[in-house]
Nanobody, 119 residues
């Protein structure tokens, strides 16, 4: 089992920054990739960014490239999402998730943290 706990959400003005953290506990050795997802009010959940646990390689949504950076600290079992130049449309509940194998659905999910960007 893997447990995920997000933190770092809050309210920020457009153009500002926030850093989300996801602390991973349990069978961390079973993780292949960690991802961040978000769900805006009235919209479906969408992928934001991911990082491969072993080598740190990343992928991200086109609309956040150049603004958001995902990283991981294996020693601290923590995944970060640094969000800069935030826009109103980034307002959403953000979730971290753990994938155990390439191509498989994300199996473990955190409880989410809310990000509100005022225009």
């Amino acid at each position: 089992q893997v447990q995920l706990v997000e933190s770092g959400g809050g309210w920020v003005q457009a153009g500002g920054s926030l850093r989300l953290s996801c602390t991973v506990s349990g069978r961390t050795d079973s993780i292949y990739r960690m991802g961040w997802f978000r769900r805006a009010p009235g919209k479906a959940r969408e992928f934001v960014a991911s990082v491969r646990w072993s080598d740190g390689s990343t992928d991200s949504l086109n609309s956040v490239k150049g603004r958001f950076t995902i990283s991981r600290d294996n020693a601290k079992n923590t995944v970060y999402l640094q969000m800069n130049f935030l826009k109103f449309e980034d307002t959403a509940d953000y979730y971290c998730a753990g994938q155990l194998e390439y191509g498989q659905p994300y199996r473990y999910w955190g409880q989410g943290t809310q990000v509100t960007v005022s225009s």
